[in-house]
């Protein structure tokens, strides 16, 4: 190739698209640039003008009819061919008579309560567990969603039962509002399900409707949920108290005092009675004897009222600091003792009564005005022949 056709080819490709022959195929290597091209610039719609955003009007074209302005410039017109007919009354277009379903109940779902059963097999304890589900119809497009409520160590995967979505019916179509009721099962997939219950404001849309619901329903007896209870319901046996309280005790530990507020409020009070026992024994007879009974812990303490001369051989004390039991019981052991003890109290303290100490019957007893102790044990004596 001479440099003369080199200068040719490169003048050819410097030509206006307009001026390429027609006989010159167009394969790739062909395309030509407009050498008469100044202004590379892109077309816009919007412009901006005295700070504001507006609309380019230049590259549009708007068709004129010359004998629709001849006839505005004339006058009023009394026939416009081609223009349509007002309405007679102004009406808003923009909003429907009667709205569509996605406005009329956006963000609005009817809320069920149900259940299905479930089999279980190789197990002891149950042979069907029921499962409680929540489902929610949502208004605006028809579709129903199902959730399952979580329950702790239940060992199941729970949770998101079914996701939102139309659900077909077995016999053709999708589950509407309408297909729904209390007391009614419903089929998903295969899997049935029971409704019990709605909401408020499902019970409110169906009344609103006219639509009646059945009575609400319970949800069966489940096995799993009763166990579960049990378990989490801790009830020690009668004599698990006892059992942690001595084996504390002997590994030197706490000791509750569960008469500790007694013990605050009544220390150092002690209510004290002259008591005589009637001895009818050989060698008995009238014995006098202090009673002392101890408010801080409901203990009693009998002591011998000593006197000199009198033969007998003195004794510290007849009871030492303990609780009184009204009925003792007596065994060869303490464990062996089933029956708890009753033991008197300070309402059970009153004058004139008796009491029985270990089998001694004991009587309160006070000294008149000017009489000695011989003129009280005249006295007591003659009471008992009388008695007699």
């Not at 030509?15 to 407009?34: E, R, V």
């Not at 050498?35 to 708007?62: C, R, W």
């Not at 199902?146 to 053709?172: C, M, W, Y």
């Not at 408020?200 to 009646?212: M, S, V």
Request: with cysteine; net charge positive; proline share 8%.
């Amino acid at each position: 190739i001479n440099a003369e056709y080199m200068g040719i080819f490169h003048q050819s490709s410097q030509m206006k698209p307009a001026n390429i022959p027609s006989q010159l195929p167009f394969f790739p290597g062909n395309s030509f640039t407009d050498p008469y091209k100044t202004k590379f610039n892109k077309t816009h719609v919007l412009d901006m003008k005295s700070g504001a955003q507006t609309e380019s009007v230049k590259i549009l074209e708007e068709k004129i009819d010359p004998e629709l302005i001849k006839s505005l410039r004339e006058g009023p017109p009394t026939k416009l061919e081609g223009v349509p007919p007002r309405p007679e009354e102004a009406e808003n277009e923009g909003i429907p008579k009667q709205p569509p379903k996605w406005l009329k109940f956006d963000k609005q779902s009817l809320r069920f309560y149900g259940y299905f059963q479930e089999p279980v097999h190789e197990s002891n304890v149950e042979n069907f567990r029921i499962r409680k589900c929540v489902i929610l119809y949502y208004l605006d497009d028809d579709t129903i969603h199902i959730t399952e409520p979580r329950v702790e160590n239940s060992g199941i995967p729970q949770g998101i039962f079914l996701k939102r979505h139309k659900v077909p019916k077995a016999d053709g179509g999708i589950y509407t509002y309408k297909d729904l009721n209390i007391g009614m099962s419903f089929e998903v997939y295969g899997r049935v399900f029971r409704i019990v219950e709605c909401d408020e404001f499902t019970e409110k849309f169906y009344a609103d409707l006219g639509i009646k619901l059945n009575p609400k329903e319970t949800y069966p007896d489940n096995l799993f949920e009763t166990k579960r209870i049990l378990m989490k319901t801790k009830i020690p046996p009668p004599d698990a108290a006892e059992v942690r309280e001595y084996v504390e005790k002997k590994l030197k530990g706490g000791r509750p005092n569960k008469n500790l507020q007694q013990f605050l409020e009544n220390d150092r009070k002690v209510l004290s009675f002259d008591i005589v026992w009637d001895d009818t024994s050989y060698d008995g007879g009238l014995k006098f004897f202090k009673m002392d009974f101890f408010l801080s812990d409901n203990t009693v303490e009998v002591r011998e009222i000593r006197e000199q001369n009198n033969g007998k051989d003195p004794y510290p004390k007849m009871l030492k600091r303990s609780k009184l039991p009204k009925e003792p019981v007596l065994t060869h052991c303490p464990g062996m003792k089933m029956k708890k003890d009753e033991f008197y109290e300070p309402p059970d303290l009153v004058l004139g009564t008796k009491i029985m100490i270990f089998s001694r019957p004991v009587s309160y007893t006070h000294l008149r005005a000017h009489e000695t102790r011989e003129d009280l044990v005249c006295r007591l004596l003659l009471e008992k022949k009388k008695k007699q």
